[in-house]
């Protein structure tokens, strides 16, 4: 049987050297339709508060959703990694109350409120690589599975549609996404797999 971290290895190197090669120009007209597809679902319009993430290594650009979410009245909260691989969430105001946080990705400051009532919530997700099923391939180190396992809002990826493959290897531990946002408009999962 092929070892799933090295399938996951192979499949995360890949689409991380597919992304971060696409042009800045298409980069940049791919993430406003996104931002815009986001805006149009029900999660979005329902929620008060949104679980976001800075964008990083060819990510979807995540700076202007989270000032177009602030604009139009909405809580959000990034995260801050822990040591023991958690993820605790801060609300923040705008691009002020972030410092360089682990893996020198921007995260809140230390005074910014921790998030401890997530109803009315919905978490954006990141992942180098997604499947028509929700499965995911994150960064290696779990921190959002760990969270997701006990979250119960809305899970939410944003990708490219060239990061969009039929299926990627999940593991027991592994959390799927609801839904699917990509340059094209929202995608459906089907929930049908595990593994």
């Known amino acids: 049987m092929v070892d799933l971290r090295m399938q996951k290895y192979e499949l995360r190197k890949k689409y991380l050297e597919l992304r971060e090669g696409i042009p800045d120009e ?3 007209e791919w993430d406003a339709k996104i931002h815009a597809a986001f805006a149009n679902t029900a999660a979005f319009r329902y929620c008060s508060l949104i679980l976001a ?3 990083v290594r060819g990510e979807c650009d995540t700076a202007r959703l989270i ?3 602030l604009q139009r009245g909405k809580q959000v909260a990034l995260p801050v990694s822990e040591s023991d ?3 605790v969430f801060k609300i923040i105001t705008g691009p002020q109350d972030l410092e360089t946080g682990k ?3 921007p995260a809140p400051a230390a005074d910014c409120r921790v998030v401890e009532d997530f109803s009315r919530s919905l978490c954006l997700v990141p992942g180098v690589v997604f499947d028509r099923a929700g499965w995911r391939i994150g960064y290696g180190r779990g921190y959002y599975d760990r969270f997701l396992s006990g979250y119960s ?3 939410i990826g944003l990708a490219y549609r060239s990061c969009i493959i039929d299926r990627v290897p999940a593991g027991k531990n592994d959390v799927s996404v609801d839904l699917l946002i990509c340059e094209r408009g929202a995608m459906p ?4 797999r595990r593994g």
């Open 26 to 28: 298409t980069r940049a």
């Open 53 to 55: 993430y800075s964008s």
């Open 67 to 69: 000032d177009m979410c």
């Open 85 to 87: 691989f958690k993820l």
């Open 103 to 105: 893996y020198s990705i």
């Open 153 to 155: 809002g809305s899970k």
């Open 189 to 192: 999962v089907t929930k049908n």
